[in-house]
């Protein structure tokens, strides 16, 4: 199993466990005889197929409605959910809309023993050619709520560059630069997206995380211990029994130039990246200061346009890996590997990966 960096490989799971799955039927705490009191068949068999045989404790609430199941499925093609589009099935697939959602859905995997995947975009993120096997939950919590002069709360689903134009066009700075990252709010946090000179952490007033145990936390700038960013860094990535961003709330300044800025930021984007094709945007990190960029030093190591199977270095933007049709994840890391070691054999320096490899188990 390719784990270059074991902490990158598991900082996304959420749910990590050895156990196996414990499926529904007789030990299910809703029975059948219980839902057709309460609701009947009907519904049953309808919340039965919600949860593709796992074993759910609940499901119907005090007053005997059925909470708000999102509908799990087997098998989803995890390139489907990746810019890079890459990735096997997923043994559970399930995708949430709203918080009661996220919640429900998290809680049913933990009952079952069950490790969980929270992708936004899949921007970020290289899947296995096996899959992954737990469940990968789909984030689409996508409001919008302008709460003030310059103040926007958004859901976690929330396309990350929309909000970008949104803000830019209303005349506030601090996301002109989200306009072009083709993430969620929730991943721009979580990876602490940046960009000429802007970054997710310094727009942000509070984050609305879930944590394991269902408890519903509000970090709040200048209240918290929880601040912490730095490059690509967020404290989600290290919190303790962290699950899930769910909305954050963004304070912005007024500024004239922010429509002309995000413009002209989205068109030096699309000059020197290959946006079009299927990537994950960088896939090193910069190495810091007194280096030059990782593009940069994979252009000087002669790297550029080199391929392993159907993976490719850009010819654009050399810190762009591609997949240039039908690429596997085992093409993808053996080409990471390939530029890592003659970087590191040619120019003295280690790179490190920004993408999240997401391993199968
Ligand atoms: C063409 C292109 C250009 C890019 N340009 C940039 C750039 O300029 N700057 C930059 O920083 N990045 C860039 N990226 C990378 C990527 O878009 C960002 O990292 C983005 O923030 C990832 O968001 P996502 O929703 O796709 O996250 P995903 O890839 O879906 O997930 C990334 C990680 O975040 C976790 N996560 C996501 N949402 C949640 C949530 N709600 N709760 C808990 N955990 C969550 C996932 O579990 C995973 O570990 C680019 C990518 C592409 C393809």
Redesign the pocket.
């Known amino acids: 199993m390719y784990v270059s960096n074991p902490m990158m490989a598991i ?4 749910v990590q466990s050895t156990c196996g799955i414990l499926v529904g039927g007789k030990g299910s705490h809703l029975s059948l005889e219980n839902c057709s009191r309460n609701s009947g068949l009907q519904r049953w068999e309808k919340f039965r197929r919600c949860t593709v045989g796992l074993r759910v404790r609940g499901g119907v609430s005090s007053d005997g409605q059925l909470e708000s199941l999102p509908s799990f499925e087997r098998g989803k093609r995890l390139s489907e ?4 589009g890459i990735g096997g099935p997923a043994k559970y697939f399930v995708e949430v809309h709203d918080e009661s959602q ?1 919640s429900t859905a998290i809680r049913i995997c933990r009952e079952n023993n069950i490790r969980c ?9 290289l899947f296995d050619d096996r899959g992954f096997d737990g469940c990968v939950i789909l ?1 689409s ?1 996508k409001f919008l709520e302008r709460q003030g002069r310059g103040v926007y709360r958004v859901g ?2 929330y396309p ?1 560059n929309t909000l970008g134009i949104q803000t830019s066009k209303d005349g506030f700075t601090g996301l002109e ?1 989200a306009s ?17 000179g802007q ?2 952490a310094n727009a942000l007033k509070s984050v609305e ?2 944590c394991a145990d269902g408890e519903r936390i509000v970090h709040t700038k200048g209240q918290s211990d929880l601040v912490v960013y730095g490059y ?1 860094l967020s404290p ?2 290290t919190m303790p029994g ?5 909305a954050a709330t963004f304070e912005l300044e007024p500024c004239l130039d922010a429509r002309q800025r995000h413009k002209s930021l989205l068109e030096r ?1 699309r000059k020197t ?3 079009a ?1 299927k ?4 896939i090193f990190r910069n190495p810091g200061t007194g280096s030059q960029s990782a593009g940069a030093l994979i252009e000087q190591a002669g790297l550029k346009g080199i391929e392993v199977g159907r993976a490719k270095v850009s010819n654009i933007h050399a810190n ?1 890996l591609l997949n240039a049709g039908g690429s596997s994840a085992a093409d993808m890391i053996t080409l990471i590997e390939l530029v890592k070691e003659q970087v590191k054999r040619k120019l003295g320096v280690d790179l490190r990966e ?3 490899y ?1 391993p199968y188990s």
């Open positions: 900082i996304g799971c959420q959910l990746s810019t890079l996220m995947f929270i992708v936004g975009k899949g921007s970020n993120c984030n919590l976690s689903g990350f630069f072009g990252i083709p993430g969620t709010v929730g991943g721009a946090i979580f990876m602490n997206a940046s960009a000429n970054e997710t995380v879930l690509r989600y990535q962290f699950m899930a961003i769910l984007r990246q290959p946006v094709a990537s994950a945007g960088c762009f920004e993408v999240i997401v």
